[in-house]
């Protein structure tokens, strides 16, 4: 062996005075790789040998006692050798990897085979150290050993990372009693990995799972049953859940939930409609090993009391308790026989609230709700109802809308409240606010929304307002509605420029505002049931461009509405109001060519017109002998210059046409035609 080692320091010491002669670089090891025996993979980046004086690469291992060379490798290209019977399973060993040319090369790397020992402290882990490859570490070995495990036998999987200087990992044990092996990895950049021998131990768990973290106790407002949430165990070996409930001074196991996945409960039959209740959650493993029980949490009671004469409702209750962020306000809520809505949002300090201004004869059930801060979790309270036993005040006096029915009736539609009692509604009108109001009618209700019709009015010449005056039960103060004003619609017309001028006065007043006016058309004396325009509450009038209605068989009379369109309203309530439907009349338009080609371009003759009534349409054509050539009473007839399936001769015609335009006012055209081929 000495001999051996004064022959490598030898050759060394060759190698380093004969590298000016050019001979080749020994290659760059990156990989190794121990196998399940103990063999181990050399592996490296071949050398260059441009000059062609290659013989070998030289492999040398030192498994303690010095470095052997342990077999050689003719083959520039290659770029692994196999140690067989390196043992590398029972320690580290070093190897380095020399080229041989003129003389042996100084080898660039020595690399340590990673040595990885398991062992089992008694305390439910397992504790792995490994040795370190090289100081420094190879410029191209990634910054991270991969921690693989097997099991059950033969199956591997990659269970977490370190950095490289961090040669050691403590993994802790989720099954009972059972051998478990472990390899670790270190990629390299060149492509090829360094892999540990595999070691391992009969392992335990002996820790018990982490407390679960309640997330939040609440109630089921329609059974009456406690719900409980919590978060799964940190511990992914937890198979089930205890629940446990303080009872008469005492945390009592009250049942088991089973599954780690499984992570709420709920309780049958608590009493959470007349106290609060605690619940707490403990966590058990496969192994048996049972967690403490984590933080209690409590449902949320809530109480209420009467005030009969001030119509005030007190409600109280208890803190919710120990969410880790606390809580960051109490929301109240009630219903009056509806859905639930939001009356007040509290501190996180205030439990109690005082609902003033309830309505009388109305049940009113409440619920609160706990909000913590960060607001991930919630906690509802039981649900606790209270009749308000006396006569009620109306609320609210809503006029719905004021529409155009014709010219001599409008119709007012009014949302009353049907929960107060009142003894009559009092529909009232006038055209100018500076005037007073007189009385239209009265109602005493009975549906919702109330109709009222006012036919003492003449909506085709102005607009009206309108309010609804109620009288409650009791002779108590009464309401008056908000004002509506219909809509009154006027139309000019511009013979010349064809367009309709429309204009109106804006529909007052909604609670929801108003979402856009539509307006319609009639042609041919048919609405059109889709809107021709549309245009945004702003604006009150629209220019209607007939033109291109001109070459349709259309009567020159044009009739409008307009349509307003209400907001939805605090009142969940969209109406519409109607204008007065106003028409306006346009001359005809007629245009008659005074020629016919026969066989040329022009090889039809027919009158254009437009705006007419078409049922009184009449046109003939008369030659000389005053005999009539060609009559029709379809305005899309044309003429092609026959008479009895012979083309006329070439000649000058007379033409007559007749119509009567949509007021009925008669026209009456004639000239000459003439015809050629």
């Known amino acids: 062996m000495k001999e051996l080692k004064r022959f490598i320091s030898v050759i060394f010491f060759l190698v380093g005075s004969f590298m000016s002669f050019g001979q080749v670089t020994s290659p760059e090891v990156k990989c190794l790789a121990v196998d399940a025996v103990?063999?181990?993979?050399v592996t490296w980046i071949?050398?260059?040998?441009?000059?062609?004086?290659?013989?070998?690469?030289?492999?040398?291992?030192?498994?303690?006692?010095?470095?052997?060379?342990?077999?050689?490798?003719?083959?520039?290209?290659?770029?692994?050798?196999?140690?067989?019977?390196?043992?590398?399973?029972?320690?580290?060993?070093?190897?380095?990897?020399?080229?041989?040319?003129?003389?042996?090369?100084?080898?660039?790397?020595?690399?340590?085979?990673?040595?990885?020992?398991?062992n089992n402290p008694g305390d439910g882990t397992a504790l792995l150290i490994?040795?370190?490859?090289?100081?420094?570490?190879?410029?191209?070995?990634?910054?991270?050993?991969?921690?693989?495990?097997?099991?059950?036998?033969?199956?591997?999987?990659?269970?977490?990372?370190?950095?490289?200087?961090?040669?050691?990992?403590?993994?802790?044990?989720t099954l009972c009693n059972e051998t478990i092996n472990y390899r670790i990895e270190l990629e390299d950049d060149s492509g090829c990995n360094s892999v540990s021998n595999i070691d391992g131990d009969i392992l335990q768990d002996l820790i018990p799972p982490d407390a679960p973290v309640i997330d939040w106790v609440t109630v089921d407002t329609a059974t009456g049953d406690a719900l409980i949430n919590w978060t799964e165990s940190n511990a992914i070996d937890a198979t089930g859940y205890i629940i446990l409930e303080f009872i008469s001074g005492g945390w009592i196991i009250i049942d088991i939930v089973y599954g780690y996945a499984n992570t709420n409960y709920t309780k049958i039959n608590a009493l959470v409609d007349f106290q609060p209740e605690n619940y707490g959650v403990a966590a058990f493993d496969s192994c048996s090993n049972t967690s403490p029980m984590g933080v209690p949490h409590n449902s949320i009671y809530v109480s209420t009391s009467l005030d009969i004469c001030a119509k005030e409702v007190s409600i109280t209750w208890n803190a919710y308790q120990n969410w880790n962020t606390g809580v960051l306000r109490y929301e109240v809520y009630a219903s009056s026989g509806?859905?639930?809505s939001l009356i007040s949002s509290l501190g996180?300090?205030?439990?109690?609230?005082?609902?003033?201004?309830?309505?009388?004869?109305?049940?009113?059930?409440?619920?609160?709700?706990?909000?913590?801060?960060?607001?991930?979790?919630?906690?509802?309270?039981?649900?606790?109802?209270?009749?308000?036993?006396?006569?009620?005040?109306?609320?609210?006096?809503?006029?719905?809308?004021?529409?155009?029915?014709s010219d001599d009736e409008i119709e007012v539609r009014f949302h009353s409240d049907v929960s107060a009692i009142v003894n009559s509604y009092t529909l009232?009108?006038?055209?100018?606010?500076?005037?007073?109001?007189?009385?239209?009618?009265?109602?005493?209700?009975?549906?919702?929304?109330?109709?009222?019709?006012?036919?003492?009015?003449?909506?085709?010449?102005?607009?009206?307002?309108?309010?609804?005056?109620?009288?409650?039960?009791?002779?108590?103060?009464?309401?008056?509605?908000?004002?509506?004003?219909?809509?009154?619609?006027?139309?000019?017309?511009?013979?010349?420029?064809?367009?309709?001028?429309?204009?109106?006065?804006?529909?007052?007043?909604?609670?929801?505002?108003?979402?856009?006016?539509r307006i319609f058309r009639s042609v041919n004396g048919v609405y059109d049931s889709s809107p021709v325009a549309t245009v945004p509450a702003s604006q009150s009038f629209y220019q209607d461009n007939i033109g291109d209605l001109v070459t349709n068989n259309i009567t020159g009379e044009f009739c409008y509405y307009i349509e307003?369109?209400?907001?939805?309203?605090?009142?969940?309530?969209?109406?519409?109001?109607?204008?007065?439907?106003?028409?306006?009349?346009?001359?005809?338009?007629?245009?008659?060519?005074?020629?016919?080609?026969?066989?040329?371009?022009?090889?039809?003759?027919?009158?254009?017109?437009?705006?007419?009534?078409?049922?009184?349409?009449?046109?003939?054509?008369?030659?000389?002998?005053?005999?009539?050539?060609?009559?029709?009473?379809?305005?899309?007839?044309?003429?092609?210059?026959?008479?009895?399936?012979?083309?006329?001769?070439?000649?000058?015609?007379?033409?007559?046409?007749?119509?009567?335009?949509?007021?009925?006012?008669?026209?009456e055209f004639s000239g000459h035609v003439t015809v050629v081929r």
């Open 38 to 41: 103990g063999d181990v993979t």
């Open 46 to 118: 071949s050398a260059a040998d441009p000059t062609g004086i290659f013989v070998e690469y030289r492999v040398y291992a030192d498994n303690g006692g010095g470095f052997v060379q342990v077999g050689t490798e003719s083959v520039l290209g290659a770029s692994s050798f196999n140690h067989l019977g390196a043992n590398a399973n029972a320690n580290s060993v070093k190897y380095i990897v020399t080229s041989f040319s003129t003389a042996e090369s100084l080898a660039q790397d020595t690399l340590s085979t990673i040595f990885l020992s398991v």
């Open 130 to 173: 490994w040795n370190i490859m090289s100081t420094p570490a190879i410029i191209t070995a990634n910054n991270w050993y991969m921690i693989y495990q097997e099991y059950p036998t033969n199956v591997w999987s990659l269970i977490d990372s370190v950095q490289y200087g961090d040669e050691n990992y403590r993994d802790t044990i």
């Open 338 to 340: 509806g859905a639930y």
């Open 348 to 405: 996180s300090s205030v439990t109690s609230y005082i609902h003033t201004g309830v309505l009388a004869n109305k049940l009113y059930c409440y619920v609160i709700r706990a909000v913590n801060v960060g607001e991930t979790s919630s906690s509802i309270s039981n649900k606790v109802c209270r009749f308000v036993n006396q006569p009620p005040l109306p609320q609210f006096a809503y006029l719905q809308s004021a529409t155009v029915v």
């Open 428 to 517: 009232e009108r006038t055209d100018n606010l500076a005037n007073p109001f007189d009385v239209v009618s009265v109602s005493t209700g009975g549906m919702d929304p109330i109709v009222f019709a006012d036919y003492n009015v003449s909506a085709d010449n102005q607009s009206y307002y309108y309010q609804v005056v109620l009288e409650d039960s009791c002779g108590r103060s009464s309401l008056i509605s908000n004002i509506g004003r219909s809509i009154l619609l006027s139309v000019t017309e511009n013979k010349t420029t064809l367009v309709n001028l429309l204009q109106w006065t804006k529909y007052e007043s909604w609670d929801g505002s108003i979402m856009e006016y």
């Open 564 to 667: 307003a369109v209400e907001n939805v309203n605090n009142y969940g309530i969209s109406e519409t109001s109607f204008s007065n439907r106003t028409c306006i009349n346009h001359i005809p338009i007629v245009y008659i060519p005074n020629g016919l080609f026969i066989g040329g371009h022009n090889n039809t003759w027919k009158p254009k017109v437009s705006l007419i009534d078409f049922s009184s349409y009449d046109v003939k054509v008369v030659n000389r002998q005053g005999h009539i050539v060609f009559n029709s009473t379809d305005a899309n007839q044309e003429w092609d210059g026959s008479y009895k399936e012979k083309y006329v001769p070439i000649d000058v015609y007379v033409y007559q046409l007749t119509f009567v335009d949509a007021e009925g006012q008669f026209y």
